[in-house]
């Protein structure tokens, strides 16, 4: 059977994204965007994985760019794909657990204004307000109202 219809041949491009939901005491680390399309919008810190980067290693280091803590990953969240307006090709986002292993002590990354920390309700009621950054940031938190978990080693490389 041939390939025409698939994404990477209609597009050449795959997006992995990664993103970690950074507990502690029953809150949440979420960064405030400084990018101007996003300006003022809240997000858990996510971003890019690196070409050969690994999964755990690009959430682990994507978390201390722009919250300044260095975190454990615990569990898998959720995994979930989308397609951008205004990117092309198919992403796919890894969202995990995790939790911080130190003080905070490193500056923020350029794109982030600040990091804070939000219990559940304090996230409804930005979400609410639409001040969280995209569809995506509501699909993870909703994934974390339900305290969804996963294994790691169900992504972990061979």
Not at 33 to 62: Q, T, Y
Not at 102 to 113: C, K, N, P, R, T
Not at 132 to 153: A, G, M, V
Request: with cysteine.
């Amino acid at each position: 059977m041939e390939e025409i219809n698939s994404i990477l041949k209609q597009s050449k491009i795959v997006n992995v994204l990664v993103s970690m939901a950074v507990v502690q005491e029953d809150k949440y680390l979420l960064v405030e965007e400084a990018k101007e399309s996003v300006k003022g919008l809240w997000n858990f810190p996510a971003g890019k994985v690196k070409l050969n980067e690994d999964l755990i290693i690009a959430a682990k280091r994507e978390t201390l760019e722009e919250t300044g803590y260095e975190c454990e990953i615990t569990d898998l969240l959720s995994i979930h794909y989308f397609y951008w307006d205004d990117m092309p090709g198919l992403t796919i986002r890894f969202n995990f657990w995790g939790r911080p292993v130190g003080d905070q002590g490193m500056d923020l990354a350029d794109d982030v204004s600040c990091a804070k920390w939000f219990n559940i309700s304090e996230i409804e009621k930005l979400k609410a307000d639409n001040m969280l950054r995209s569809k995506t940031t509501i699909h993870q938190f909703e994934e974390i109202k339900k305290n969804n978990k996963y294994p790691l080693d169900v992504i972990i490389k061979p």
